[in-house]
């Protein structure tokens, strides 16, 4: 069990995030928030890379700071930014990373293929990573992610660079490693979490703004969201008074989905998650 | 094992290498003495050769009871440098038949303001005699540095005065503070001279410096390209966040030191095999203290050789440390050079004032009144490296207690 206790970080003066608390058991847990809202430095005191000014961050009761390098050896970490040397193949860059994490030698490399089998990989494992496309790189970073197959999984907006179905193929193999371990995907793109977030952590202006499953957050909206259809003419005086989530052109209209506070003379629409990171950062 | 290899690797990057090896070479050929010897400093090859031969005979002291045998080696050169003035029709007709001669007419053409054609016809032989025709412009500079370096010691009442001798000297050591004159006495009196030159130690001394500032620039060169690359590709965060990959910082750290150290290594196994060659192996054994230097410390060459080169290793390695640490926080290649500069210019400071100081703080002493401090070499180097060990130790230490990105 891993425990944000109140944590908070100022860069000096300046603060990145505010009194957060956090209790985040086995399970995939959905960090939301628009760029700039905190959650890289929320996953960067997670992996050890920053310290909290104050609070305190617990795994199953001590300070991950007590644990240090223990608490490391749990951890799986893809970063925002995937950093790798563009003189290696992802087979050697893959064994280093592997002494690292202090991965036993046994076994390592046959535990490294088929990691790198798991990502869609395969064939380019003896290529050198200086001729792979962003999307094979990002697979490169899920794979040292979970070789180690770590206690804590965190993800810095994964997907970022992933063509559809690698996204789907990504989402399936972290969805079953949430089975037994803790997995914290942080994106701002909302489909990556929908379907397969136990829990949804969404963080704003600093604070932590809701800890809760997609139904849960999809009920507040419930009789808010309404689609209707709105001639070509007409549609900048609409936007001028509903918040328009999505619009489609359509022939002579514009196919609108909207959210309103008060009740709307439209057709109600069942809420997703788009609509409450848009509710709620708009 | 796998960490410090790909560390270790890191520094080698081929284009930097041969970046590096071709500035080197550039930067030897622009500045290194040693590729003037055996004339640095003295403008002619013999001076240091006169002094190899007489080691040979003499041993690399010569003491006040070998003067006859040394005077025998004078005349020996001055026979020889007659033999050749007697092909010298202009020499014959102007009755210089001697050496005698040909110094004192060297010594009244220098005083005269006008010449006459029969002078100029003299002067253009003694020029040509001594700078120009071999082997008697050979002959003639190793006569002067005899009579330089130890004839006129002996008339002056240098090294193997005798008490009559002294006493001329006394008068001008009686001016000055009691302890420089004791010193001076001393010297006069001595019973033997070392018979180094003045070539060997000003090579050695010029170089080091220049060795250090190669040191410097290579390791800072690898050394940063290596750091700031690492922090620009992201791996930082990855590493950091890994079981052992904290220790990543600790190999760095290490891997700069021994970098640095293996690098002043290097340079001084290549700069001693080369001074070797070019014969300095002779003057090993040769006393520091001489006609033209006093040290503070009683050395000989060889140990002078190993201390210079101590130093080199030591100020390459604190280059090592010392770039790591601006490797740490530089968070570009700008910075990284910006705050480098600096450094490198401080640190080569450094060595040059403590190589000066090893041989020539007591020589500052007394030629000007000047403070001097013997101990000037290990005021400098010691801190040194005592505070970039501590200021590693003290980074290292710290990581685990703040924001280590």
Redesign the interface.
Same mark, same amino acid.
């Given at each position: 069990m891993l425990t944000v206790d109140n944590v908070t970080k100022y860069y000096g003066k300046k603060p990145a995030v505010e009194n957060i608390s956090l209790s985040l058991g086995n399970g995939l847990y959905g960090l939301l928030a628009p760029n700039g809202a905190g959650k890289t430095t929320l996953i960067?005191m997670l !992996? !050890? /890379?920053? !310290?909290p000014t104050s609070g305190e961050i617990l795994y199953c009761g001590t300070p991950i =700071?007590k644990l *240090?390098?223990e608490y490391? *050896?749990l951890?799986g %970490? &893809?970063?925002q930014?995937? *950093? %790798? %040397?563009r003189g290696n193949t992802p087979m050697q860059y893959l =064994? %280093? /990373?592997a002494? &690292?994490? *202090?991965m036993p030698e046994k076994g390592l490399r046959e535990k490294i293929e088929n990691v790198i089998d798991e990502v869609g990989l395969s064939e380019a494992k003896n290529i050198k990573m200086k001729k792979f496309s962003g999307g094979m790189l990002q697979r490169v970073g899920i794979a040292?992610a979970i070789m180690s197959d770590p206690k804590i999984l965190i993800l810095d907006e994964p997907t970022a660079g992933l063509d559809p179905k690698e996204r789907v193929r990504f989402r399936n193999i972290i969805s079953a490693m949430s089975k037994d371990r803790t997995v914290i995907l942080s994106t701002h793109i909302v489909s990556d979490i929908e379907s397969i977030a136990n829990r949804v952590i969404m963080i704003k202006d600093r604070r932590l703004f809701r800890d809760s499953t997609v139904p849960e957050l999809s009920a507040e909206l419930v009789g808010h969201v309404y689609e209707t259809s709105v001639p070509d003419g007409e549609y900048e005086t609409f936007e001028r008074e509903y918040f328009v989530l999505s619009a489609r052109q359509e022939q002579n209209s514009m196919a609108v989905r909207l959210y309103s506070p008060s009740p709307a003379p439209y057709a109600p629409a069942e809420p997703n998650l788009e609509d409450i990171f848009l509710v709620t950062y708009r | 094992m796998k960490i410090i290899s790909n560390e270790v690797k890191k520094l080698f990057n081929p284009i930097l290498l041969i970046t590096l090896v071709v500035f080197i070479y550039i930067y030897c050929r622009g500045f290194l003495q040693l590729q003037y010897w055996p004339q640095v400093n003295t403008g002619n090859p013999w001076d240091t050769e006169v002094h190899a031969e007489m080691i040979k005979i003499f041993g690399p002291t010569l003491s006040r009871d070998e003067m006859p045998e040394f005077m025998e080696f004078y005349n020996g050169l001055v026979t020889d440098f007659e033999a050749e003035m007697q092909k010298s029709e202009i020499f014959k007709n102007n009755g210089i038949e001697n050496y005698k001669q040909y110094c004192e007419a060297k010594g009244e053409l220098r005083m005269k303001d006008e010449l006459t054609d029969e002078d100029s016809a003299v002067d253009a032989e003694i020029n040509r005699y001594t700078f120009e025709l071999m082997p008697a412009s050979e002959l003639s500079f190793k006569l002067n540095e005899l009579e330089n370096r130890l004839l006129i010691d002996i008339e002056n009442g240098g090294t193997f005065a005798t008490d009559e001798t002294i006493k001329n000297r006394q008068r001008y050591l009686d001016d000055l503070n009691p302890e420089m004159a004791e010193m001076i006495e001393k010297k006069f009196r001595s019973d033997e001279t070392s018979l180094l030159t003045i070539t060997p130690q000003k090579v050695v001394e010029d170089d080091s410096l220049h060795i250090v500032i190669i040191c410097s620039l290579a390791v800072f060169s690898a050394v940063l390209f290596m750091l700031i690359t690492d922090r620009l590709r992201g791996i930082y965060p990855i590493a950091l966040s890994s079981k052992i990959g904290r220790k990543i910082f600790r190999i760095q750290a290490a891997v700069s030191g021994f970098f640095g150290l293996f690098a002043g290594i290097a340079s001084c196994a290549i700069y001693g095999a080369a001074l070797m060659n070019k014969g300095a192996g002779v003057f090993l054994d040769c006393p520091m203290d001489n006609y033209y230097y006093d040290m503070w410390i009683k050395l000989s060459y060889r140990q002078y050789l190993l201390i210079m080169a101590a130093a080199v290793i030591v100020f390459s390695g604190a280059a090592g440390l010392l770039s790591y640490i601006v490797g740490r926080f530089a968070t570009n290649y700008i910075s990284g050079l910006a705050v480098s500069i600096p450094v490198i210019v401080a640190l080569c400071g450094a060595e040059f004032l403590a190589a000066a100081g090893l041989f020539t703080a007591q020589r500052v002493w007394i030629h000007s009144h000047y403070w001097s401090s013997a101990a000037l070499p290990f005021v400098i180097t010691l801190p040194i490296c005592i505070g970039t060990v501590t200021a590693v130790c003290l980074i290292l230490k710290h990581d685990g207690r703040r924001d280590i990105l």
């Open positions: 960067k !992996t !050890t /890379l920053l !310290t =700071e *240090g390098a490391r *050896g951890i %970490y &893809l970063p930014q995937f *950093g %790798y %040397y =064994e %280093y /990373l002494a &690292l994490k *202090g040292q | -």
